[in-house]
Every structure is written in C-alpha cells, then in structure tokens.
C-alpha cells in the first residue's frame, strides 16, 4: 500500500468534508446522515450500557447466594464424604473453606397448604460463614438455637404458604424412601420429619420461592444419605483469581466431580441475558446501516459538483484508483464523525444516569431492589461501536464508489 497515495486522498477527502457545497442540498443529505448514525450510535450505547447494569444487578443478587465454586459428582445424585479430598482442597491458595451440603427437591406442607422446594441442608455455621444475616427479613437465619434445628425459608414460599413465625405451627416434609417401597400403603412411601421456622430470608430472585435451608444432620435423616452428600460448595478468602482456583480444582478432582464457578451456576440465566443483548444489538446494528446506507446519495451527488476538481486531479496525474480513494474516504469520514458524536452523547447520558439516576423505575415510595435503571459502561461496547461504524461505512463507500464510472472531464 503506497502511504503517500493514501494520505492525499484522506486529505483531499477532508477538505472537501468541511468545505462549502455549491449546492445546499448536498450539505443537507450529509447532514441527516451524520445525524443518523450518531443518533444510532448513541442508542447502541445507551442499550449495551442498560444491558450491562442489568446484567451486573442480576448477577450481583445471585452471586450472593451462590458460593464461589459448587462441586458435584459426575455420576450419580450424591457421594460419599470420605471419597472426597477436602484436606486438599482446603491446602489450594485462596480457599477459604470447604462445606458439605445436602440438597434436594422435597414436598413441604403447612397446615392445609402445600408445595415443593427445594431442601438444602448445611453445617449450622454456613449462615455465618456466608454472612446471610441481613438476608432475613423477618426472624433470623439462625439455623440452631438452644441445641433445636429450625429452618429458613424463602420470602415467596413463605408468603404462598402463609407462615406465621409466631405460631407453633411446624413446617412438614416428605421425601421419597429411597429403597423401601410400599404401593398399598403411598403415604408408607416417604420419609417425613418436621421442623419449626426461625425465619425468612429475601434473595431478590428465583431463589425466594424454591430454597428452604436447614441444618445438615436433619436433611441427611430425611433423605437417608448416611455419610453422603449431594455437593461441596467451596469459598474462597476474596481471592479474584477465580479463574486459577478453578483450573486447580478440575485438575485435582479429575474426572470424577464436576466444579462450576457461580457464572456456570447459572448458565442458562446469563447465557439467555447475552443472547438478548446481542438480539438488541443486530437490530440497531440494523438501523445503524440504513443510516449509513444514506451516504451513497451523499456521494454520488459530491462527485457530480466535484467534476471540475476530479478533472484538475487528473491533470495533475491522479488515477481512477486515487479519486475513487477519495471519495472512500469521504465516506468514511462522514460515518465516523456521526460514529464518534453518538458515542460521546451516549457515553455522557449514561455517566448522567449513574452519576444523578435521572430515569427512575417509578415513585420513590415504591418498593425496589434500585429505584433507577441500572447502567455499566464497557470499553468493548465502545469498540465493538465504532467498529461496527467503520466496516459499515466502508462497504457502503465501496459499492457507491464502484458503481461510479470515472471520466476524463474537461478543465
């Protein structure tokens, strides 16, 4: 590629960008098509941004519930504890414990009422550990207290079972016997054992109207897993290396257990999040290129008043393949100068919403997790942009310069 060429033809191009047209209307198409991709832009902004802050809200809400990595058996519902190497695991950097958990679909009832959930038993210390306390919004995590086990239960669940904290009403579960058997008998069919509730908790997501903790030793009668459990949930000491933790427990563990990070926790959660900020991006992508598509009138009515230029430029030895650099150039130039402006408006009214929350989710005295759209700017959000922008703009410019026939006009 010969810069010297190249750099001509962007000056020249650039020039004639800022430089007075003979004819107005000529000024005014290039003017609705800057407007055009800059109002693209900006919106492709702001809507990747939104995504972003509701994707960071949503994960922010389950990644406090989740723990940082769950661990599970390739095959089969459960294993057993001592075929598990927790010592090693608890030796990795940046583990700070190892928790037993077992956990599974149960019936519940409450007086007259009834649902499934899912039962999660864990060491009476696990609400501690993971700092769930603020969690409950009415009566406590607490999942011992004076040497008696006590369940907490999800605010949804609790609400459609209608439970009364002060009641001496107790939460009744059933879970199928595992080995024993009797068709004449359904009812003989499940384990049953009872539990009062210490209190609610309120996760803000799904969790509220499927989880119900419980201590360990109680989920473990109820389900007859005798030295098993169904996972091992492993936190870590605020290590950010999630990553390295990982590759060091998969290459521990081996093929026999399975070790999901909280994002793989919720794979269909995110994964159905970014399919939807991509949708939303194709689509404006779209009208971003009808926008820019507008340049190819632009151009074909600049080369029509340039005749007396492009003839000066061939005296002076300028080929077809130069001049039509040109006008590629001025194509460019026109696409990225609405590309930039739009990212700018975008990037400011997005540092407006997070800095002031200027668009609300309704009145103040309603009762959300935030009371503003939530919005996280990206880097690659900007790139992605302007990219988008450029490699648009160019083929656009490529096939309205092509389809150009190039004459020898008289001074």
């Given at each position: 590629?010969?810069?010297?060429?190249?750099?001509?033809?962007?000056?020249?191009?650039?020039?004639?960008?800022?430089?007075?047209?003979?004819?107005?209307?000529?000024?005014?198409?290039?003017?609705?098509?800057?407007?055009?991709?800059?109002?693209?832009?900006?919106?492709?902004?702001?809507?990747?941004?939104?995504?972003?802050?509701?994707?960071?809200?949503?994960?922010?809400?389950?990644?406090?519930?989740?723990?940082?990595?769950?661990?599970?058996?390739?095959?089969?519902k459960?294993?057993?504890?001592?075929?598990?190497?927790?010592?090693?695991?608890?030796?990795?950097?940046?583990?700070?414990?190892?928790?037993?958990?077992?956990?599974?679909?149960?019936?519940?009832?409450y007086?007259?009422?009834?649902?499934?959930?899912?039962?999660?038993?864990?060491?009476?210390?696990?609400?501690?550990?993971?700092?769930?306390?603020?969690?409950?919004?009415?009566?406590?995590?607490?999942?011992?207290?004076?040497?008696?086990?006590?369940?907490?239960?999800?605010?949804?669940?609790?609400?459609?079972l209608?439970?009364?904290?002060?009641?001496?009403?107790?939460?009744?579960?059933?879970?199928?016997?595992?080995?024993?058997?009797?068709?004449?008998?359904?009812?003989?069919?499940?384990?049953?054992?009872?539990?009062?509730?210490?209190?609610?908790?309120?996760?803000?997501?799904?969790?509220d109207?499927?989880?119900?903790?419980?201590?360990?030793?109680?989920?473990?009668?109820?389900?007859?897993?005798?030295?098993?459990?169904?996972?091992?949930e492993?936190?870590?000491?605020?290590?950010?290396d999630?990553?390295?933790?990982?590759?060091?427990?998969?290459?521990?563990?081996?093929?026999?257990?399975?070790?999901?990070?909280?994002?793989?926790?919720?794979?269909?959660?995110?994964?159905?999040?970014?399919?939807?900020?991509?949708?939303?991006?194709?689509?404006?992508?779209?009208?971003?290129?009808?926008?820019?598509?507008?340049?190819?009138?632009?151009?074909?009515?600049?080369?029509?008043?340039?005749?007396t230029?492009?003839?000066?430029?061939?005296?002076?030895?300028?080929?077809?393949?130069?001049?039509?650099?040109?006008?590629?150039?001025?194509?460019?130039?026109?696409?990225?100068?609405?590309?930039?402006?739009?990212m700018?408006?975008?990037?400011?009214?997005?540092?407006?919403?997070?800095?002031?929350?200027?668009?609300?989710?309704?009145?103040?005295?309603?009762?959300?997790?935030?009371?503003?759209?939530?919005?996280?700017?990206?880097?690659?959000?900007?790139?992605?942009v302007?990219?988008s922008?450029?490699?648009?703009?160019?083929?656009?410019?490529?096939?309205?310069t092509?389809?150009?026939?190039?004459?020898?006009?008289?001074?």
């Amino acid at each position: 590629m010969d810069l010297h060429r190249v750099k001509t033809a962007f000056y020249v191009a650039l020039r004639y960008l800022f430089s007075k047209k003979k004819h107005n209307i000529i000024n005014i198409v290039a003017i609705i098509s800057t407007l055009g991709i800059m109002a693209s832009a900006a919106a492709l902004i702001i809507v990747l941004s939104v995504f972003n802050g509701m994707e960071t809200l949503i994960a922010g809400s389950f990644n406090t519930f989740n723990p940082d990595f769950t661990i599970t058996a390739a095959e089969g519902k459960s294993f057993a504890v001592d075929s598990f190497p927790t010592q090693e695991v608890r030796a990795i950097q940046g583990v700070a414990s190892v928790q037993e958990v077992v956990s599974d679909m149960t019936l519940v009832t409450y007086e007259e009422k009834q649902m499934l959930v899912r039962l999660k038993g864990v060491a009476p210390s696990y609400p501690a550990v993971r700092q769930w306390e603020p969690l409950a919004i009415d009566g406590t995590f607490d999942l011992t207290y004076q040497q008696c086990d006590y369940a907490a239960i999800g605010a949804i669940a609790a609400g459609m079972l209608q439970i009364n904290l002060n009641s001496l009403e107790r939460l009744n579960f059933y879970y199928p016997k595992r080995t024993k058997k009797n068709l004449a008998n359904p009812a003989d069919a499940f384990n049953k054992r009872t539990l009062p509730v210490s209190g609610v908790f309120s996760t803000n997501t799904a969790y509220d109207e499927q989880y119900v903790f419980c201590p360990i030793d109680f989920a473990r009668e109820l389900m007859r897993y005798e030295g098993e459990v169904t996972s091992m949930e492993v936190l870590l000491n605020g290590s950010k290396d999630y990553r390295a933790v990982q590759q060091s427990l998969e290459k521990l563990l081996g093929n026999r257990f399975i070790v999901k990070n909280q994002y793989q926790q919720e794979a269909l959660l995110f994964k159905t999040m970014k399919s939807e900020k991509l949708i939303i991006f194709f689509i404006l992508a779209f009208i971003l290129i009808v926008a820019i598509f507008n340049i190819i009138g632009t151009l074909g009515m600049l080369i029509v008043e340039k005749k007396t230029d492009i003839s000066v430029l061939q005296s002076l030895g300028a080929d077809h393949g130069l001049i039509r650099q040109v006008f590629i150039w001025e194509g460019l130039l026109i696409s990225m100068l609405g590309g930039l402006i739009g990212m700018v408006i975008g990037f400011v009214v997005c540092w407006a919403q997070q800095t002031f929350h200027l668009i609300t989710f309704g009145s103040p005295e309603a009762s959300y997790v935030v009371s503003y759209y939530p919005v996280a700017m990206s880097w690659t959000d900007f790139l992605v942009v302007f990219l988008s922008v450029v490699v648009i703009s160019l083929i656009t410019s490529l096939l309205s310069t092509r389809a150009i026939k190039y004459e020898k006009y008289a001074l």
